[in-house]
């Protein structure tokens, strides 16, 4: 994947600063119609740059599974603790693939990965490299790793034991014999060359029936006998938990994965007191402590935060004990409490920020680029069908695939790709609401304009577009409500928003993690819609006045 050297921050002022103009022309268009309509178009925009940061902080991103959010947690509250901080944590972003991409286009600077990951996924060696021809390799892409962390978390294969008694299954190679089996694999194990891509090959497994599902949800769709077999960490903690059989990786298919970080070749030098503490972690987490960390989150509820926090207060203290973390069997009940505490928590304020401004920002593009579309499906016949149809076809792609498709064009990961996303998905109601508009007024209005001497842009601007205003207002309401909704995929790439919730949420199977996430951007959205509600009426107060 091609990428740019770019930096988040600076890539959002260019990006608001860029909308100025173009947002003062809409202002001066409103302003002769509503000025209620001003105000609140003002109050929206001015979130565009009340996001914009410029403190040159350290830059934490993460996968979207437990493991890697509470190691990404460790080392953010490890840094913050020490004296060093602030840091800025961008977690849950997605696959390698997201990951490698925010690295190196300076989006991040560091994140959790492991060795067999980086010779097999990164560098695509056919075996495991060392940690110097790790390095080696990496060099060319401004990129190293290092501070091994102590443990390993390879990947397995795991069946339920009583199925595995069943079935005499031991191995990997067993499976050979069961066609049958369905088995239930995360979206990036399907993909990767040391997943299943190469394990079906080696293995020769090809007749087996796959099915794609998160990987937080796996385990209980395996409980529930909807899958027969999963891939699964070996540090994770629900394999105790769901009583399950890791497969012995008989042929030896599987590298090793030893946990480390990698990160930018600058973070040394531009975080040095950082980066000295991140150094401590070396050798300092167990594969034992790791497994037991993931329980605090899976199997106890703890959020990630909170077992970052303990790790660090036992680490400075004592071991752990088998007492202080025994696993429990099942996870804590729901209650509306821990909804009402959890939607409401430290970080409410800055997510409601982030949605805000991935909304408004994709909004007022939408406006700007959808109005002067929606004027020419109507003068221009042929070429509007064309725009109608190019905008109403990309409504069909799916969230996730444009969104990889405009990471791999742009070649950054976050705002970027997540606004140009969230502005394509926003085109549509605006343009057939203004060309609905431009054609229900009369013949006989254009006719007087006419008569009266008006030039077509005149006729335009003091005629054709204040009597389809409140129809174009109908389209950009629907546009705001949908972007609303939209706007939560925007975490998986690095965007924020609300969607972190979500993503955490599937990671844990977390119920009230997902619901802090769902329910604030659907109230949000009827927020909106409420306000464009008012905004329409007092419109047509004015217009009757």
Same mark, same amino acid.
């Given at each position: +994947?091609? %990428?740019?050297?770019?930096?988040?921050?600076?890539?959002?002022?260019?990006?608001?600063?860029?909308?100025?103009?173009?947002?003062?022309?809409?202002?001066?268009?409103?302003?002769?119609?509503?000025?209620?309509?001003?105000?609140? /178009?003002?109050?929206?925009?001015?979130?565009?740059?009340?996001?914009?940061?410029?403190?040159?902080?350290?830059?934490?991103?993460?996968?979207?599974?437990?493991?890697?959010?509470?190691?990404?947690?460790?080392?953010?509250?490890?840094? %913050?603790?020490?004296?060093?901080?602030?840091?800025?944590?961008?977690?849950?972003?997605?696959?390698?693939?997201?990951?490698?991409?925010?690295?190196?286009?300076?989006?991040?600077?560091?994140?959790?990965?492991?060795?067999?990951?980086?010779?097999?996924?990164?560098?695509?060696?056919?075996?495991?490299?060392?940690?110097?021809?790790?390095?080696?390799?990496?060099?060319?892409?401004?990129?190293?790793?290092?501070? &091994? &962390?102590?443990?390993?978390?390879?990947?397995?294969?795991?069946?339920?034991?009583?199925?595995?008694?069943?079935?005499?299954?031991?191995?990997?190679?067993?499976?050979?014999?069961?066609?049958?089996?369905?088995?239930?694999?995360?979206?990036?194990?399907?993909?990767?060359?040391? =997943?299943?891509?190469?394990?079906?090959?080696?293995?020769?497994?090809?007749?087996?029936?796959?099915?794609?599902?998160?990987?937080?949800?796996?385990?209980?769709?395996?409980?529930?006998?909807?899958?027969?077999?999963?891939?699964?960490?070996?540090?994770?903690?629900?394999?105790?938990?769901?009583?399950?059989?890791?497969?012995?990786?008989?042929?030896?298919?599987?590298?090793?994965?030893? *946990? /480390?970080?990698?990160?930018?070749?600058?973070?040394?030098?531009?975080?040095?007191?950082?980066?000295?503490?991140?150094?401590?972690?070396?050798?300092?987490?167990?594969?034992?402590?790791?497994?037991?960390?993931?329980?605090?989150?899976?199997?106890?509820?703890?959020?990630?935060?909170?077992?970052?926090?303990?790790?660090?207060?036992?680490?400075?203290?004592?071991?752990?004990?088998?007492?202080?973390?025994?696993?429990?069997?099942?996870?804590?009940?729901?209650?509306?409490?821990?909804?009402?505490?959890?939607?409401?928590?430290?970080?409410?304020?800055?997510?409601?920020?982030?949605?805000?401004?991935?909304?408004?920002?994709?909004?007022?593009?939408?406006?700007?680029?959808?109005?002067?579309?929606?004027?020419?499906?109507?003068?221009?016949?042929?070429?509007?069908?064309?725009?109608?149809?190019?905008?109403?076809?990309?409504?069909?792609?799916?969230?996730?695939?444009?969104?990889?498709?405009?990471?791999?064009?742009?070649?950054?990961?976050?705002?970027?790709?997540?606004?140009?996303?969230?502005?394509?998905?926003?085109?549509?109601?605006?343009?057939?609401?203004?060309?609905?508009? +431009?054609?229900?007024?009369?013949?006989?209005?254009?006719?007087?304009?006419? *008569?009266?001497?008006?030039?077509?842009?005149?006729?335009?601007?003091?005629?054709? /577009?204040?009597?389809?205003?409140?129809?174009?207002?109908? =389209?950009?309401?629907?546009?705001? %409500?949908?972007?609303?909704?939209?706007?939560?995929?925007?975490?998986? %790439?690095?965007?924020?928003?609300?969607?972190?919730?979500?993503?955490?949420?599937?990671?844990?199977?977390?119920?009230?993690?997902?619901?802090?996430?769902?329910?604030?951007? *659907?109230? &949000?959205?009827?927020?909106?819609?409420?306000?464009?509600?008012?905004?329409?009426?007092?419109?047509?107060?004015?217009?009757?006045?």
């Amino acid at each position: +994947m091609s %990428v740019r050297s770019d930096n988040s921050y600076e890539s959002r002022h260019r990006f608001a600063i860029a909308l100025l103009p173009y947002l003062t022309a809409a202002m001066n268009f409103f302003r002769e119609k509503n000025r209620h309509l001003v105000v609140f /178009l003002t109050i929206l925009f001015a979130t565009l740059f009340l996001n914009l940061s410029f403190a040159q902080t350290l830059i934490i991103g993460s996968k979207r599974f437990t493991e890697s959010y509470i190691l990404s947690e460790i080392f953010g509250q490890l840094i %913050v603790n020490s004296g060093n901080g602030p840091v800025t944590q961008k977690n849950g972003l997605g696959n390698t693939g997201i990951l490698l991409s925010a690295l190196t286009s300076g989006e991040i600077d560091l994140y959790p990965e492991y060795t067999g990951t980086i010779s097999k996924e990164i560098l695509k060696s056919d075996s495991v490299l060392s940690l110097e021809e790790i390095n080696s390799r990496l060099k060319p892409l401004g990129l190293k790793a290092g501070v &091994l &962390l102590g443990f390993s978390n390879s990947y397995a294969l795991a069946i339920k034991q009583e199925l595995a008694d069943k079935l005499n299954i031991r191995s990997i190679s067993d499976l050979q014999k069961h066609p049958e089996l369905v088995l239930g694999l995360s979206h990036e194990f399907i993909g990767r060359d040391d =997943g299943w891509k190469g394990l079906s090959d080696y293995y020769q497994l090809k007749g087996l029936k796959t099915s794609g599902l998160d990987h937080g949800i796996a385990y209980e769709a395996l409980s529930k006998n909807q899958i027969d077999v999963i891939d699964a960490y070996t540090t994770d903690s629900k394999i105790i938990q769901y009583g399950l059989k890791l497969l012995v990786d008989d042929k030896h298919f599987f590298p090793s994965y030893e *946990a /480390l970080i990698l990160f930018r070749t600058n973070v040394p030098a531009r975080f040095p007191e950082s980066w000295n503490t991140l150094s401590t972690l070396q050798n300092k987490i167990t594969q034992t402590t790791m497994q037991e960390l993931n329980s605090l989150a899976e199997l106890q509820g703890k959020s990630f935060k909170e077992t970052a926090n303990y790790f660090l207060e036992q680490s400075l203290n004592k071991a752990y004990s088998s007492e202080e973390l025994k696993i429990k069997s099942t996870q804590p009940e729901f209650s509306i409490t821990e909804l009402i505490t959890t939607t409401f928590g430290n970080n409410f304020l800055q997510l409601l920020n982030q949605h805000l401004f991935l909304v408004f920002a994709s909004l007022g593009l939408a406006i700007l680029i959808g109005l002067p579309l929606g004027v020419m499906c109507f003068y221009k016949t042929h070429i509007g069908q064309a725009i109608l149809s190019i905008t109403a076809a990309i409504q069909t792609i799916p969230s996730l695939a444009l969104l990889a498709f405009l990471i791999s064009l742009l070649g950054v990961i976050g705002t970027i790709p997540a606004v140009s996303a969230l502005f394509l998905y926003g085109l549509l109601p605006i343009i057939q609401s203004t060309h609905a508009g +431009m054609t229900e007024i009369p013949r006989s209005m254009r006719q007087a304009a006419c *008569a009266l001497g008006l030039g077509q842009y005149d006729q335009l601007r003091y005629i054709e /577009l204040p009597l389809a205003f409140n129809v174009i207002l109908s =389209g950009i309401k629907v546009s705001a %409500v949908l972007t609303v909704g939209n706007a939560t995929l925007a975490a998986f %790439v690095g965007a924020g928003g609300f969607g972190e919730r979500i993503a955490q949420g599937l990671a844990l199977n977390d119920t009230s993690m997902l619901l802090a996430g769902a329910i604030p951007s *659907a109230l &949000l959205a009827l927020l909106i819609q409420y306000i464009f509600v008012l905004l329409q009426k007092l419109s047509k107060i004015k217009s009757n006045a």
